[in-house]
């Protein structure tokens, strides 16, 4: 599913390609997605012209003009390109918004059909969107204070609490798994026994890691592609995740793989020691 640095990486691609140009029409297939696309939407965003494109957790915002905005969720294989009109749109093609002349079109597509696009119609109702989401601070954003509250407050393990998007935005489990070896602790740990050192070392392990991800375009497994249809490199950098049974980078002792928070879960068993309290 792509995370932060993937969703980064649609959206600064689809920047330059899209502000400043006119959606002058829609045109959407006959399958759902998992929200279905309303027609009554198609007159809200055509000859509107794009203002700004922008991210916020795993959701793409379009912002266009008249305060109306369309907003985008990857979902599993979600893939929202601009491509030349000249390029056969590929299977699983469910809308198509031509640009200006019609050179150019923003297309999204969607394999497994777990991603949405839906349209706002003021920035009132897109903050009540996000509101209801309840979706926690971006990563970058995070204070210190905030972020050693917050893992003080649950008695989840860290892995459950990097997945919750409530506690922080964006992170998911590629990116939760390559944050706790970085900072060395155990993904079982129960978060209120993380030390406040502990708790800032994870939170710039975060920011590091996700910072790297997005510098490498972010990570190309599944169906993943950028706004401008490449795909990422950062899979070639995981340290844990996917590498089961193989030697740790850091200290050559085979990677583990556990369940936790109903998702696999890959740390080196030796760079991150089990403390007494954990939880399986
Ligand atoms: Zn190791």
Redesign the pocket.
Known sequence: MPELPEVETVVRELRPRLVGRRIVAVRASRQRLRLPWSKSWNAVVANRRVLAVHRRGKWILVALEEERFLVVHLGMTGQLTVMPATEPPQSHTHLIFPLDDGAQQLRFRDIRRFGSARVFFEPARLQQFFDDTKLGPEPFELKPGDWQDSLARTHRCLKAVLLDQRVVAGVGNIYADESLFEARLHPARIAETVRKDEAERLRCAIVAVLNRAIAKRGSSIRNYVGGSGLKGDYQDEFRVYGRTDEP?A??G?PISCIRLAGRSTHF?P??QKAKLETRN
């Open positions: 740790c850091k200290c002792v080196c030796r760079c």
